[in-house]
C-alpha cells in the first residue's frame, strides 16, 4: 500500500519540483524546514541534527531545519560548499489558512532564489570585495561578456573573443558565471574557483534581451545607454533574465551599463595575476598579497574601488595623468588628507544600503546609512572646496544636493535606528502625531500593567504575584504553586481566572486585565502599522533618488581612494612616476612594496635596485643571474607592480619612474603542477611561456623567471635560449629574464638589445653572503651548494656536491667529451662511518671532591682551606 502525502508535504513536493538544483528552506513558523534529500546533504554541509518526521513510500522522511532568525548564517556555509538555495516564505497568516478549513495549508511559494552571484544580505557579503555575477555570450561570430554587482548595482559589458575569456574572467573574479547549456566551460569555472550555472539558449538570445533590459531599466530603447552588439546585449540580457528567475517580483536597482574596451586597461593574464599575488597570496588569503599591503581606503567602497584598480591598470594616459595629478594635491596638503580621510570614516556603504531598500531586503538602518553617507558628503565637499584639481572637483560638485532628503530623514529617523522595520521603534518623536498618540496608548498601557499588578499584590496578599506576557497567553497573572491554594479558593476565585498550571507556577486572568490587553496589543499592532507605512514612504524617497545618490556615492569611494594613495605616497615615501607614450622603462630604487612591509615588521630594510630598459624602437631585455635567495624573483615582482601601480594611478615605491605605457603584463615565475589538468610542472611552465611569446607586443612587459629548469638541462638551456631570441625578434618587447643558465649570458654580445645583469654577493671563509643587489655584468656561478648548505642538507650530501661540481667544472675546462665520462671517473659515495659514542670519562680528583662537600655548610676558615686543597689537586694533576 502506496502512502499518501499529506497536504502539506504535497506542497512541499510540488515547490521542490519547480525548483531543481537547489535546496529548498520549506518556512514553517519560525524555522525553515528541509526534507528528504535536501535534508540529508544540508544536515552534513551544516553539521546539524538530521532527524525524521512521518513516512513517504512506506520510508521515514528525513528532516532538518534552522531558525529563520539565524539563517543567515546557514546560508552563507551553504553558498561557499557550492549549494543553492531557494527560500519558500508563507505567503499568507496561518489564521487566514484556517478560515479555508481546519486542514487547510498555508499557502507558500519562493521569494528568492540565493546563489553564489546574488547575495545581498551584509552578512553573507565581504565589504570590501565585490560580488560579480557574469554572463557569456556569442552570437555568431561574436562573443561578449557582461557583469553586475546587485549590491551595489554597477552593470559592465564588454567585447569579449573566447581567446580573451580567461584573462577577463581572472580580471574581474565573478562568484558566478552564467553560460548557454553545453559551453564546454566547466574545466574554466572550477579551475578559477566561479560557480557556473547553465541557462537554456533562449536566455542568450539577443532580441528577448533587449526586452528584458527595456524591462529592467524601465525604457522603450536602450538607444539612450550607447550602442551594443547582440553579442552584448545578449549577455547583458541573460543577467536580466537570471535576475528575474532569482529575485522573483522584486528586481534590485541596476544602474545603466558601461562599455568596457579591451584596449582601455593593461591586459594581465590569469598566470600573471596569481604569481604577482595583486589582489590574493598564493597561499589563498589575502594577506600578503598587494592589495593587502597598499590598502589605506578608510570606505568599503573606495577598498572596492582600489581593487578594480589594480585589476585593471588604465591605458589612458589622460586618465592616469588626472589621477596623479589628484594624489599629488592631496600629498602636498597633509593637513586636508588628515581631514578628508578623517571624514571618510564615517561615510557608510551607501551602495549596498540602496541595494537592500531597492530589493525590499533593507531596514532603517539602511536608510540611516544613506542620510548619514550624504550629510558626510556635505562636509567633505566643503573641505574641498573650490580650489582643487579638476578630479576632485568633479567628484565635490558630485557630492551636493541633497539637503532636501537629508532633512527628511534628518526628521523622520532617531539616531540609532533598529536593523528590522517590524521592531519598530525607528521613527522619531514629533514626526506623526498619529503615531505619537498611538504610541502614548501603548506606552501608558505598560505603566497601568505595573499598576495593576501592584493593586493585585495588595489585594492577594501575594508579594511575589508578576504580570507577564507571551505570545500564546498574552497577559496573564502568574504565582508560584505555593500559592495555588488561596488563589483558587473564595473569594479570589471569583476575582482571578484560572488560565494554565504549570511544574512550577500557576497562571490567571481577570475580566480588567484582558480588556486592558486588547488597548495595549492594539495600540502596539497600531503604532509598528503607522512606522511600516512611514519606512515605505522614506524608502520610496530615497529610491526617486537613486540615481543622484549613487552619484555621491562613487565621488566618495574616489576621494577615498585618492587620499588612501596620498597617504601612501607620504608615509612610505613613494613618488610621482612619469607616464608618457614611449618604451621608456626606467626605475631607480625600486623597491618590492609587499617585501619591504614584511622586512619592516621584522626590523630590517629593503635593498633598493635599478632597472634600465629604455631601448628606443630597440627591444629592451635585461638576463639576470644570480643565485637563488638574492633576490632575482623579487626584483623581477617589484618592477612589474611598480607598472601596475603607476597605471592604477597611484605613486610608486621608487626614488624616480618613468615608464612608457605597458599595453600587456605577462609573468612566468613560479613552480607548479596542475594535476587535475594533468599538467607537470614543466608543461605548466611551457604553456604560459607559449601564452607570452603568442601574444605580447612591442608595448608589453614580461618578466621570466628560470624558463627551461623543468627538464633535462640542455633542453632546458635550448628552450631558454629560444625563448630570449624570440623575445628580442619577434615580440620585440621590454622584458627581465632570469636565468641560472650562465651561458645564456653570451647572447649579450650578439642580441641588440639585451644586457646581462646579476644579483651581487660575497663568499667569506666558505659562506655566501647575499647582499640583495642588482649590478651590471654577469654571475661566474650560481652557488646553489652554498644555497642548498644554507637550507639544512647534511654536510655529507653538500662536501659530495662540492666534489662532483669541482669535477664536472675540471672537466669542462680540459674539454671532456661528454659529462658520463666525467661521471665514470668519480669514486663512489661512501657514507661515513657513524662517530663512535665516547666512553663517559671517569670523574677527576677535583671533580670528586667537589660531589662530596655541600657550599651552605661551609664557614669561610673552611672555604679557604677548600680552595687551597683544589688548587694542589690541579697541580698534581
Not at 561578456?145 to 559589458?157: E, F, H, K, N, P
Not at 669535477?807 to 668519480?826: F, N, Q, T, V, Y
Request: aromatic residues 6%; proline residues 4%.
Amino acid at each position: 500500500m502506496t502512502d499518501q502525502p499529506t497536504p502539506m508535504m504535497a506542497q512541499y513536493l510540488a515547490i521542490r519540483e519547480a525548483n531543481p538544483g537547489a535546496l529548498l528552506f520549506y518556512r514553517m513558523g519560525d524555522f525553515y524546514e528541509m526534507f528528504f534529500d535536501d535534508a540529508v546533504a544540508a544536515a552534513a554541509a551544516l553539521d546539524i541534527a538530521l532527524t525524521k518526521r512521518g513516512t513517504h513510500l512506506g520510508e521515514p522522511i528525513p528532516m532538518c531545519g534552522v531558525p529563520v532568525h539565524a539563517a543567515e548564517s546557514y546560508l552563507l556555509t551553504l553558498i561557499r560548499k557550492g549549494f543553492r538555495v531557494a527560500i519558500a516564505e508563507q505567503m499568507e497568516d496561518p489564521a487566514e489558512a484556517k478560515k479555508r478549513g481546519s486542514k487547510s495549508v498555508v499557502a507558500r511559494d519562493v521569494v528568492r532564489l540565493v546563489t553564489p552571484g546574488t547575495l545581498t544580505e551584509e552578512s553573507l557579503l565581504e565589504a570590501r570585495r565585490h560580488n560579480f555575477l557574469a554572463a557569456f555570450a556569442t552570437v555568431r561570430e561574436e562573443a561578449a561578456l557582461a557583469w553586475v554587482d546587485i549590491s551595489t548595482g554597477a552593470l559592465r559589458v564588454m567585447t569579449c573573443p573566447p581567446a580573451r575569456l580567461a584573462p577577463e574572467l581572472a580580471r574581474i573574479a565573478p562568484r558566478e558565471l552564467l553560460v548557454a547549456e553545453g559551453s564546454g566551460l566547466d574545466d574554466l569555472a572550477a579551475e578559477m574557483g566561479m560557480a557556473l550555472t547553465e541557462l537554456f539558449a533562449g536566455s542568450f538570445d539577443s532580441t528577448a534581451g533587449t526586452r528584458r533590459l527595456a524591462a529592467l531599466f524601465k525604457v522603450d530603447t536602450l538607444d539612450g545607454f550607447g550602442s551594443f552588439s547582440r553579442a552584448e546585449i545578449a549577455a547583458m540580457g541573460a543577467i536580466a533574465d537570471y535576475l528575474e528567475l532569482t529575485q522573483k517580483s522584486q528586481l534590485p536597482l541596476i544602474r545603466p551599463p558601461l562599455r568596457e574596451q579591451i584596449a582601455g586597461a593593461m591586459q594581465i593574464d590569469a598566470a600573471t595575476r596569481r604569481n604577482l599575488e595583486l589582489t590574493q597570496a598564493l597561499s589563498g588569503g589575502r594577506e600578503g598579497s598587494l592589495l593587502a599591503a597598499i590598502d589605506r581606503t578608510a570606505t568599503a567602497a573606495g577598498a572596492r574601488l582600489l581593487e578594480r584598480r589594480i585589476s585593471a591598470p588604465s591605458r589612458d594616459l589622460g586618465v592616469i595623468h588626472a589621477r596623479h595629478d589628484a594624489v599629488a594635491h592631496l600629498a602636498e596638503d597633509a593637513r586636508l588628507t588628515a581631514d578628508l580621510r578623517e571624514a571618510l570614516t564615517r561615510v557608510p556603504d551607501m551602495d549596498r544600503a540602496l541595494s537592500r531598500l531597492a530589493l525590499d531586503r533593507g531596514g532603517p538602518r539602511d536608510l540611516a546609512a544613506i542620510r548619514a553617507g550624504l550629510t558626510q558628503a556635505i562636509s567633505i565637499a566643503a573641505l574641498l572646496g573650490d580650489d582643487t584639481v579638476s578630479v576632485l572637483a568633479g567628484a565635490a560638485r558630485d557630492l551636493l544636493g541633497h539637503d532636501a532628503l537629508i532633512d527628511l530623514l534628518d526628521e523622520a529617523l532617531v539616531a540609532e535606528p533598529p536593523l528590522l522595520a517590524r521592531d519598530g521603534g525607528f521613527v522619531a518623536s514629533d514626526y506623526d502625531a498619529d503615531l505619537d498618540e498611538t504610541r502614548r496608548l501603548r506606552d501608558e498601557g505598560r505603566g497601568v500593567i505595573a499598576g495593576m499588578q501592584g493593586d493585585f499584590i495588595a489585594q492577594t496578599g501575594v508579594q511575589s504575584l508578576k504580570i507577564k506576557h507571551n505570545n500564546v497567553l498574552g497577559y496573564f497573572i502568574e504565582t508560584t504553586t505555593t500559592h495555588a491554594e488561596k488563589m483558587l479558593a473564595p473569594p479570589l476565585n471569583e476575582v482571578f481566572i484560572h488560565r494554565q498550571t504549570t511544574a512550577n507556577q500557576i497562571r490567571f486572568t481577570t475580566v480588567g486585565l484582558s480588556e486592558l490587553e486588547t488597548r495595549i496589543l492594539n495600540a502596539r499592532d497600531r503604532a509598528l502599522e503607522i512606522e511600516r507605512t512611514i519606512f515605505s514612504r522614506l524608502r520610496d524617497a530615497v529610491l526617486a533618488a537613486a540615481a543622484p545618490i549613487g552619484q555621491a556615492a562613487r565621488a566618495l569611494a574616489d576621494i577615498d581612494l585618492t587620499a588612501a594613495f596620498a597617504d601612501l605616497a607620504t608615509g612610505e615615501g613613494w613618488t610621482r612616476p612619469r607616464i608618457d607614450n614611449s618604451r621608456a622603462f626606467e626605475i631607480e630604487a625600486g623597491r618590492h612594496p609587499v617585501v619591504e612591509r614584511a622586512l619592516r615588521r621584522k626590523a630590517e630594510s629593503f635593498v633598493a635596485n635599478d632597472c634600465a630598459l629604455t631601448a628606443g624602437e630597440t627591444p629592451a631585455i635585461w638576463l639576470l643571474t644570480g643565485p637563488n635567495m638574492a633576490g632575482k624573483s623579487t626584483f623581477l615582482r617589484q618592477n612589474a607592480l611598480i607598472a601596475i601601480l603607476a597605471q592604477a594611478g597611484s605613486f610608486v615605491p621608487a626614488a624616480r619612474a618613468h615608464i612608457g605605457l605597458v599595453s600587456q603584463l605577462f609573468s612566468r615565475v613560479g613552480a607548479a603542477d596542475d594535476l587535475a589538468r594533468g599538467r607537470s610542472t614543466f608543461m605548466v611552465e611551457m604553456v604560459e611561456t607559449a601564452a607570452i611569446l603568442n601574444q605580447a607586443d612591442d608595448r608589453a612587459l614580461v618578466i621570466l623567471d628560470e624558463i627551461g629548469r623543468g627538464t633535462a638541462t640542455w633542453d632546458g638551456l635550448s628552450i631558454a635560449w629560444a625563448v630570449m631570441e624570440h623575445l628580442q625578434a619577434i615580440n620585440r618587447c621590454r622584458a627581465l629574464f632570469a636565468t641560472h643558465y650562465h651561458e645564456l649570458t653570451a647572447l649579450a654580445a650578439r642580441l641588440e638589445g639585451v644586457e646581462n645583469a646579476t644579483v651581487a654577493v660575497r663568499e667569506w671563509e666558505g659562506e655566501v653572503i647575499f647582499l640583495h643587489e642588482v649590478v651590471k655584468g654577469a654571475a661566474d656561478r650560481s652557488y646553489g651548494v652554498q644555497v642548498a648548505r644554507l637550507a639544512g642538507l647534511p654536510d655529507a650530501v653538500v662536501t659530495r656536491a662540492r666534489d662532483i661540481l669541482a669535477s664536472l667544472e675540471s672537466g669542462e675546462r680540459e674539454g671532456a667529451a661528454k659529462p658520463a665520462a666525467i661521471i665514470d671517473d668519480l669514486p663512489l659515495f661512501r657514507a661515513a662511518p657513524a662517530a663512535p659514542t665516547p666512553a663517559k670519562a671517569k670523574d677527576s680528583a677535583v671533580e670528586a671532591r667537589l660531589k662530596d662537600l655541600s657550599p651552605d655548610c661551609l664557614t669561610p676558615r673552611a672555604a679557604l682551606d677548600l680552595i687551597y686543597e683544589l688548587k694542589g689537586l690541579v697541580e698534581e694533576a
